[in-house]
Structure formats: C-alpha cells, structure tokens
C-alpha cells in the first residue's frame, strides 16, 4: 500500500449504529486530519492530531470521535449519527502542519450514509 | 482570518480549449497558497502551491497558476483543456500566524466538452 488509504469505501448505517472508520497513512507523516465533505459546501476540517496529540478540533459533535493510537494511524469512531451527517469523510496526512509549505495528503474518503 | 473564494461552482470548456479557473484570497499576512483536483470518488491531488519563491508556479498535468499580490489572486490555468481534466477543483489558503490549517474554497467543478 501506497499514500493514504482509508476503509471502508462506503458505509451506510442506521442512526443508533456505532462504526468506526480507518485511516492508515504510509509516507512517514506526522500529522492526520478528518475532513467532512458534504454536497455544496466547502471542505470542513474536523480534527488535526500531530505526534498522535490533538491539537485542533473543529467544534465537532461529541458523536464523533477521533483516535490515533500512532502517527500512522487514525479512526473516526460514530454513534447515533443523524442523517445530516451523511458526507464523505477524508483523511489526510502531512508531514509539518506548522510549516506554511507544508503539503497534505488525501486517502481516497469514505462515502458514508446515515439511514 | 484567511478564505478563499472561487467564483464559478461551473466551468465548461471545449476540448482544446483555454482552462481558467478563478480564486481569490483574503489574508493579512503572505498567504500560501494551493490548488488541488478531485477526480469522481476519490480524494484530494496535489496540482501545485504558492510558497513565495515564484510568483508563476507550475504544477502537473500541464496546469499553473500565478500569485498577484495586487489583485489578490492565484487563477489556474491551461493551454489546452484535455478530456481527462475534468473533475473539481478547489483552491486553498494557508498562514504562517494564528490557524494554521488549510481553509478551501468551495470548489469549481470543470467540464471538458469533446
């Protein structure tokens, strides 16, 4: 595996379902980020973890919830989502989120659809 | 606070044709700037980035783009608009003070007529 993978590609999953999507980065990044791409709207940032800190989150809904248990891997955990939160989710991973340069990844999104 | 605004969520060009696609920042400080493309179902590319060494930077595909400070503006562009270029395409801005994320433009999405 190359780049920025993310799984599942698609998700669809009623409002009381808890699932998680994955994001493993393979360039040797330090940093992650979950990004919310809805339809006619601007992407959204949601998370940023750097040396697997967070150190920003967006004012995201508590239904949300990041983990990065390495530099290399990040999840999004869901639960009791509404059907607004219907998107695709990306991830990307960058090396210096501090540095101006500095360029971000995009793994290939999860399409995901609340019921 | 930095933004980007992309005027035109549509563009149809001819094959062949001249691609331009606008965007317009707002930044106190000297912005970064980049454009990316999104092919269907998948994720954001790289095309190029403005990190102030040349006011013309030129990226993949055949695309570039200039930074002019004066009317605050970094347009992509390309000679000759090929079947494969469409899909959107978005600009985005970065400071080097205060939020450093990336903010994006809303997106312009090209259509390449044959």
């Known amino acids: 595996e190359t780049g920025v993978t993310q799984t599942p590609r698609h998700l669809v999953m009623g409002m009381t379902n808890k699932k998680s999507l994955k994001c493993e980065q393979h360039l040797g990044h330090n940093a992650m980020y979950w990004y919310k791409q809805s339809a006619k709207k601007p992407l959204e940032l949601m998370f940023v973890?750097?040396?697997?800190?967070?150190?920003e989150n967006n004012s995201v809904p508590s239904r949300f919830s990041p983990e990065c248990p390495n530099s290399s891997h990040l999840f999004l955990h869901l639960h009791t989502l509404q059907p607004e939160d219907s998107a695709l989710y990306l991830c990307?991973?960058?090396?210096?989120?501090?540095?101006?340069?500095?360029?971000?990844?995009f793994g290939p999104g999860t399409r995901l659809t609340v019921l | 606070a930095q933004s980007v605004t992309q005027l035109g969520s549509h563009v149809s060009v001819s094959e062949g044709a001249l691609v331009l696609l606008r965007c317009n920042y707002s930044?106190?400080?000297?912005?970064?700037l980049f454009w990316y493309v999104q092919y269907p179902n998948q994720g954001l590319q790289l095309l190029l980035k403005y990190t102030s060494a040349a006011t013309l930077v030129k990226g993949i595909n055949g695309f570039e783009a200039e930074f002019k400070k004066s009317e605050t503006s970094f347009h992509l562009t390309k000679p000759s608009a090929h079947m494969s270029d469409a899909a959107e395409y978005f600009c985005a801005v970065r400071v080097d003070t205060g939020r450093r994320a990336l903010t994006f433009g809303s997106g312009t999405r090209l259509q390449v007529q044959p």
């Open positions: 930044s106190s400080v000297p912005p970064y």
């Open positions: 973890y750097n040396f697997k800190e967070q150190t």
């Open positions: 990307a991973s960058s090396q210096d989120p501090g540095g101006g340069t500095d360029t971000q990844y």
